[in-house]
C-alpha cells in the first residue's frame, strides 16, 4: 500500500486531543507509582499545610484590615464614617457644628480687631492728656501774677493791687 504524504487521515484538532490524552495517562501512571512509593502522602501533607498556612495569614490580614478600618479614628481620617448610613441623621448637627466653629472663628477675629483699635485710641487719648497737661502748664505760666502785672506794664496800663487781701469764704 503506498502511503500518500500529503494526506493525513486524522484532523490536526484529533491529534492534538491525543496528544493531550497521552500527556495525562503519564501524568497519571506518574502519580499511581509516587503514591505506590509513599512520596505522594508526604507532598499532600506538605499542600495541605501550606494551604492551612496561607488561609490562617489571609485571615489574619483580613481580620487586621477589617480592625483597622474599623476603628473611629480611622473612618474619621478617611472620611468613611460619612457614608455610614447611622451616621446620616447626624448631618445637620454636623453641619451646626462647622458653622459655629465658622462662627466662633469670625468672632475671635472680630474680637481681636477691636481690641487692636481699643488699644490704639487708649495710646491717642494718653497722649491727648499729656498733651492738655503740658498746656495747661503753659497757661498756668502765662497767667501768673507777675506775667500778668508784666504784659499790663509792656502795655502801659497800670495793675492795682487791693490793700487788704481779701476775705475767705469757708464752705462746709
Known amino acids: 500500500m503506498l502511503r500518500d504524504h ?16 497521552e500527556e495525562f495517562a503519564r501524568r497519571v501512571r506518574r502519580e499511581v507509582l509516587r503514591m505506590e512509593r509513599g512520596d505522594a502522602e508526604e507532598d499532600i501533607r506538605a499542600d495541605l499545610e501550606q494551604e492551612a498556612l496561607e488561609r490562617v495569614e489571609a485571615e489574619e490580614s483580613a481580620r487586621r484590615e477589617q480592625r483597622r478600618k474599623s476603628s473611629m479614628l480611622w473612618q474619621f481620617f478617611s472620611g468613611s464614617i460619612l457614608v455610614r448610613e447611622g451616621v446620616s441623621r447626624y448631618y445637620p448637627y454636623m453641619l451646626c457644628v462647622a458653622g ?3 462662627l466662633s472663628i469670625a468672632v475671635m477675629f472680630t474680637a481681636l480687631h477691636l481690641d487692636m483699635k481699643y488699644s490704639r485710641l487708649s495710646r491717642e487719648v494718653q497722649m491727648l492728656r499729656e498733651r ?3 498746656l495747661e502748664e503753659q497757661r498756668f505760666s502765662r497767667t501768673t501774677h507777675s506775667a500778668v502785672s508784666a504784659r499790663l506794664r509792656e502795655r502801659g496800663i497800670p495793675l492795682y493791687d487791693p490793700p487788704a487781701p481779701g476775705e475767705r469764704i469757708e464752705t462746709r
Open 100 to 102: 459655629m466653629f465658622f
Open 132 to 134: 492738655s497737661i503740658r
Open 6 to 21: 500529503e494526506f493525513d487521515p486524522v484532523a490536526p484538532e484529533e491529534q492534538e486531543r491525543r496528544l493531550q490524552e
